[in-house]
């Protein structure tokens, strides 16, 4: 008999089933098991009925993407990955091992959306063109490279979109990179926050670089932070703040 052995990496976008594509909800129908982290796993709710359930917690990531492998040796399986599968996600740690073991099994990335992408949309259009995106956990990455990228990123000019911005162990790595963009940005430069996208207990908070000290503490490992580029503003409409743009560039060449 032939196997039906496949191996699916899937992102799941930032919370709400709302934000899943269609390729990953159809991916997950199909499934015989699926396999996550308990958060992310929440999130998909009666999407999981009848399926056999696989949770695992945080920092178990080898020991999941060896799990998954092994399972789809044999049937059709999921490894649910929230926001986008290839982007600080598991395809990555999947491939590897796959690439590793030579393990010949059918298998697809389905990408997500991810927190950059959900907390651009939520502020306004911060990242209308280039931009740059790091990840201040040093828990893969010492902190001495970080420390080089965010030199190299904010020299860019460009926006910088900060994930995994601050942990309760290390929240020095935020206020590190906060003085870092100050080197290269004005005190007036445009950042948001969001906190939850799309999920239960969304907050966004706009505010600029010289004030960021004063709303430090909104910052956690649920949030996605964006520090604007040389060319991002504040949308305001008198008092109110509208949300934070970041011009395309048609200025230069059109009127309107
Ligand atoms: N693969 C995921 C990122 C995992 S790293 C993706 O593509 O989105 C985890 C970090 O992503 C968090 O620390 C936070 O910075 C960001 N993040 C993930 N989901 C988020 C959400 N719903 N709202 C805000 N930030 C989120």
Do not use: C
């Not at 059709?76 to 393990?103: K, Q, T």
Request: aromatic content about 6%; glycine content about 12%.
């Amino acid at each position: 008999m032939p196997s039906h052995g496949r191996l699916a990496i899937v992102g799941i976008g930032p919370g709400s089933p709302a934000q899943l594509t269609g390729r990953a909800r159809e991916v997950l129908e199909q499934a015989a098991y699926v396999i996550g982290n308990d958060t992310y796993l929440a999130q998909l709710g009666p999407l999981l009925e009848g399926k056999k359930v696989i949770t695992s917690s945080m920092g178990k990531e080898v020991e999941r993407a060896r799990r998954s492998i092994e399972l789809a040796r044999e049937a059709p399986v999921v490894m649910v990955s929230g926001g986008d599968a290839g982007i600080y996600g598991m395809a990555g740690i999947v491939l590897e091992i796959l690439e590793r073991d030579g393990v010949d099994l059918p298998w697809e990335v389905v990408p997500g959306i991810t927190a950059s992408q959900a907390a651009a949309s939520i502020l306004g259009s911060p990242l209308s063109g280039d931009f740059a995106t790091l990840s201040l956990s040093d828990l893969l990455t010492p902190l001495e490279v970080i420390e080089r990228r965010l030199h190299a990123a904010f020299s860019m000019g460009v926006p910088v979109v900060l994930y995994n911005p601050r942990s309760r162990g290390r929240p020095h790595n935020f206020a590190l990179a906060m003085e870092i963009a100050g080197e290269y940005r004005s005190p007036a430069t445009p950042v948001g926050i969001v906190r939850n996208a799309y999920r239960d207990g969304e907050e966004a908070v706009i505010t600029t670089l010289g004030e960021i000290s004063g709303v430090e503490g909104k910052v956690d490992m649920h949030t996605t932070v964006i520090v604007g580029g040389e060319e991002t503003r504040i949308w305001r409409n008198g008092e109110d703040v509208r949300g934070i743009i970041t011009p395309r560039g048609y200025h230069r060449k059109y009127l309107y």
